[in-house]
């Protein structure tokens, strides 16, 4: 368990020590600023009666940027350590591999959760303007969040899987981009564009937009939350897999 | 158990093509082994399957009594590996770095500060703890692997090509410090910088093209493989009548001659036999000058020239 802390800690860590972190977060904080300025706008101009974060989880400018930040934060992760040699360094520390794919997962995780905690600012905003205890029902936005770390979860693991498949950081994002889009996009188009009704009805199960409609309204179901795991789980499982794969040969 | 290592029948073939083939040897306890061979000849490669990098395609190899691909985390908690290219994570400092891998490799958190200064000063690291890791110089950074392998003081140091990258006085600290390891500690290191194992190891390993060709201590394996001995004599005397004559002492199996600004200098080649007084006595009583008289030693670069060549032609 220490050994899990200790590599843990230095993932984190290694994070804030590389600058292109911080023009990350800012470049996503502005894209999310922009989501939050647009969503405001529309409401204002009469967009309904939908609360102000729950237009927010669901606006294509959440998206987008939810789309890349998975297999960005994690294309470095054993891509970066396979080209410098460091993986060696790694791998003959008596570590076992379980817990560097863990390690390295749960550090990219926690530097998602604190690259979304300045959006609670929105709500302090929101609050600060004088909107009233109607349009900001706390329970919804919490568990807004909970959908919003769940997605992530899932899309960090299929990153840290195509990092693992490659020396190459680039390969490793287009790698998992192309994964992660195809997770989106196939729920989207099964759930909202075919006319089977049948076909949409198990598609609506895997579609992470109605996932996060459901979430932003405040209905907490646990059937995402165990596809999400189960999804976290299987990428690492064969990322575990990946780095053990390299006894085989 | 008195071995460190035991490597027995030990095979690693990359793409069909075997980089070790058929490897044995052992290593005991205390022992500084030098690893000796041309580029390609599968040092790295046997060094990555001790350190549990590699696994092996056969045979077998066991450190400290424990197999490395069973029983792998009990044997890289022995060892201390310092890879070829010094990998280490740029963005960290000095400190940062050697306490991490400290707590990687189970030291302890209270003596963890302790150990990483020890090892510090005695890789002469002092002055550079606040420093990136990155900006640091090839022989520092090299230096910084060689604390990262020493750090939780394992009973096993491996290390791939210690002292490259290094100027001459880095080299000269480096082998003290790897002499210094011997009673406590079993070295088993690479290079191909022949000198470099004539001064730092009890015995040496020569291999090539993925074979053990010789294993013996630095002078056994030059007395194995002399043969016989070579004479130098120079003197001054009349070239003809003094080759005959030296030919005619006993085990004398060749005499050659050079000429050079008035003296003339004998190679002479002879059997295990110390001629040396019996030319001095010759040229005492024929009135012969002699300048020089000497036994020529092999050195550790010929005899590695002799059996990596040898092996080539054979194959």
């Not at chain 1, 290694?14 to 969503?39: C, E």
């Not at chain 1, 560097?100 to 302090?124: E, S």
């Not at chain 1, 409609?213 to 064969?238: I, Q, W």
């Not at chain 2, 030990?10 to 075997?18: H, Q, V």
Request: proline letters at 3%; aromatic letters at 10%.
């Amino acid at each position: 368990m220490s050994v899990f802390l200790t590599l843990w800690r230095r993932e984190l860590a290694a994070y804030f020590l590389s600058p292109i972190a911080y023009a990350f977060m800012i470049f996503f904080l502005l894209i999310m600023g922009l989501n939050f300025y647009g969503v405001v706008q529309a409401l204002a101009d009469g967009g309904g009666n939908i609360q102000v974060m729950q237009a927010f989880f669901t606006w294509i400018f959440f998206w987008i940027p939810m789309l890349v930040v998975g297999p960005l934060m994690t294309m470095r992760l054993f891509a970066e350590e396979k080209r410098s040699g460091t993986i060696e360094m790694l791998m003959t520390a008596p570590v076992s591999d379980t817990a560097v794919v863990l390690a390295k997962y749960f550090g990219a995780l926690a530097f998602f959760i604190i690259t979304w905690l300045p959006t609670l600012a929105y709500v302090a905003i929101l609050k600060l303007c004088g909107a009233g205890s109607a349009a900001i029902d706390y329970g919804s936005i919490l568990s807004g969040y909970l959908c919003t770390v769940l997605v992530g979860a899932f899309y960090l693991a299929i990153g840290l899987f195509c990092s693992a498949t490659t020396k190459n950081q680039i390969i490793a994002l287009m790698m998992g981009f192309v994964l992660v889009c195809g997770v989106f996009f196939s729920g989207i188009i099964f759930a909202f564009i075919t006319r089977d009704a049948s076909v949409r009805e198990v598609a609506l199960l895997f579609c992470s937009v109605q996932h996060m409609m459901e979430f932003a309204r405040g209905a907490v179901d646990s059937r995402p939350v165990v596809f999400y795991v189960s999804g976290a789980a299987l990428m690492l499982f064969a990322t575990v897999k990946l780095v053990e794969a390299r006894k085989w040969k | 158990m008195d071995n460190m290592i035991e490597v027995k029948n030990l095979t690693k073939r990359f793409a069909g093509c075997a980089a070790v083939n058929d490897v044995s040897f052992t290593v005991a306890k205390g022992e500084i082994v030098g690893f000796l061979g041309p580029n390609g000849a599968g040092k790295s490669t046997t060094m990555r399957i001790l350190a549990c990098y590699l696994p092996a395609s056969s045979g077998e190899a066991k450190v400290a009594g424990f197999d490395v691909f069973r029983h792998s985390l009990e044997v890289r908690r022995r060892i201390g590996y310092l890879p070829e290219s010094t990998p280490l994570y740029p963005e960290m400092r000095v400190d940062e770095y050697l306490s991490y891998r400290a707590a990687l490799k189970g030291v302890g958190s209270r003596r963890r500060r302790a150990r990483v200064n020890e090892v510090k000063e005695l890789c002469g690291l002092t002055d550079v703890g606040r420093r990136i890791v990155g900006q640091l110089s090839k022989g520092y950074r090299q230096r910084v692997g060689m604390a990262d392998a020493l750090v939780h003081d394992p009973e096993l140091v491996i290390l791939d090509e210690p002292t490259i990258g290094l100027d001459p006085n880095q080299i000269r600290q480096v082998r003290d410090v790897i002499r210094n390891l011997s009673p406590k500690h079993t070295v088993l290191l690479s290079t191909h910088i022949l000198p470099e194992v004539e001064m730092t190891c009890q015995r040496v390993l020569i291999i090539n093209r993925g074979r053990i060709v010789a294993s013996d201590s630095p002078e056994k394996l030059r007395a194995r493989l002399q043969g016989g001995r070579e004479v130098i004599a120079e003197l001054r005397g009349d070239k003809g009548v003094v080759a005959q004559k030296l030919y005619q002492l006993p085990g004398v199996t060749s005499v050659t001659a050079e000429e050079a600004d008035g003296w003339t200098r004998f190679r002479i080649e002879c059997g295990t036999e110390d001629i040396r007084p019996l030319v001095f006595e010759a040229a005492a009583r024929d009135g012969w000058t002699l300048r020089e008289l000497r036994q020529e030693k092999q050195s550790l670069e010929d005899i590695f020239v002799a059996l990596t060549r040898t092996e080539q032609e054979s194959t």
